[in-house]
């Protein structure tokens, strides 16, 4: 069972920075492995490809054009009058997907036109979107790209979005019937369209090829207050097998959160395990005592080449064996290289051998040298996972 692992949504999080290039700089310092982007097209392929490599970051996902947005569009695959603007638009995504090695296009459904009473065009606005996916499917395979359908919720976030439900958007798909075709699941709206969010990640998993999140009703952190519990959440995915990336689409509290973590250090929370909080936890400082919820996989803080910053409760103590908490327990520390968990009270100088065992097997442990457990210090300590 893999961990999650996340990507930071550059629509959304380092607010206060302008231009990708620079949110995707910010993205790779604050630890993050992959981003996404909705609409790229303001800036070159080619410059945002550059940045995203010098990041050390994938891009993992791109929308298709929204249209004219003065005009209040949000996608066009399901408006009627609007095939010949869709596909171009599907044809400028997959420049940018191919330049930004990105294999994923949410093709945005669009609005129910203004005026119109739902009920009345759904049937017409289905038969379009069915037409512009076949299309998207076979110009997609093409160049081994998937494509996304996206629900949005349409009871706060966009009341005139055509696809607003799990069940309509798999109804859609299985009529499509195209393998490189699959369902994002952004929570925020799965929760605020239909909740049973347990049945429908169960029921709708094996079809989805990328997932979202945030808070609900506010739109903000997953550690943030509001009606999910994302420790369970996450949980969930990891049990049901999900493999893909999980995108943090959310509000983030304040700026961007760069202050949190030194180099490219990143904080997990243990309880929440939220986003990768830069953001999520801006302005507290991790709680080392806090209990992990399960096995080492999940641990909670990675620290940078620089080591815990300032004034976080964590110290790091010679010869870098372990790492202790600000009232002197010992904390645990698991070495990334699929290395067992030390657990080290850190009697220093003695000659007995290190036991290094699991984290559920506790009880007692000394310290061990770096030569005794075979590892490089910069290895125990700027790439030491540590939990309480």
Not at 69 to 95: I, W
Not at 167 to 190: E, S
Not at 263 to 271: I, M, S
Not at 274 to 301: I, M
Request: charged share 20%.
């Amino acid at each position: 069972m893999a961990p999650l692992r996340f990507s930071a949504n550059l629509s959304w999080l380092f607010p206060e920075l302008s231009g990708f290039p620079a949110r995707l700089r910010a993205a790779g310092s604050s630890g993050f492995e992959a981003a996404e982007i909705g609409w790229p097209y303001a800036e070159p392929p080619e410059a945002l490809a550059r940045a995203a490599r010098e990041a050390g970051l994938r891009v993992v996902l791109i929308n298709t054009p929204p249209g004219d947005r003065e005009k209040g569009e949000n996608g066009l695959g399901a408006v009627p009058g609007r095939q010949a603007a869709f596909r171009e638009g599907l044809e400028q995504a997959v420049l940018y997907a191919k330049a930004l090695g990105c294999s994923r296009i949410h093709l945005m459904a669009g609005r129910v036109p203004k005026g119109a009473d739902r009920t009345a065009v759904r049937g017409e606005m289905e038969v379009v979107f069915l037409e512009n996916l076949r299309h998207a499917a076979e110009v997609l395979a093409q160049e081994n790209l998937v494509g996304l359908l996206e629900p949005i919720n349409t009871r706060i976030t966009d009341p005139r979005y055509f696809l607003d439900t799990p069940q309509q958007a798999a109804a859609i798909l299985q009529k499509v019937g195209r393998p490189n075709l699959q369902l994002q699941m952004d929570l925020f709206h799965w929760q605020i369209m239909d909740g049973n969010l347990t049945g429908n990640v169960r029921e709708f998993l094996p079809i989805v090829g990328h997932v979202q999140v945030a808070q609900v009703p506010g739109r903000g952190e997953p550690d943030s207050p509001g009606e999910l519990n994302f420790s369970y959440l996450f949980q969930l995915l990891e049990d049901e097998g999900y493999t893909g990336f999980v995108g943090c689409e959310y509000q983030p509290r304040g700026e961007g959160g760069l202050s949190l973590a030194p180099g490219k250090g990143l904080w997990r929370d243990t309880v929440d395990r939220g986003c990768l909080p830069p953001h999520g936890l801006r302005g507290r400082a991790p709680a080392p005592l806090r209990r992990h919820s399960r096995g080492p996989e999940l641990a909670a803080f990675i620290l940078g080449d620089e080591g815990p910053p300032a004034g976080w409760p964590v110290r790091s103590c010679a010869p870098a064996t372990c790492l202790w908490d600000e009232k002197g327990h010992a904390a645990r520390v698991q070495v990334l290289q699929s290395v067992p968990v030390l657990l080290c009270p850190c009697s220093l100088g003695t000659d007995e051998k290190p036991r290094v065992q699991r984290p559920r097997d506790l009880p007692t442990v000394t310290a061990a040298s770096n030569a005794e457990l075979g590892f490089e210090r910069r290895c125990l300590i700027s790439m030491a996972i540590v939990w309480q």
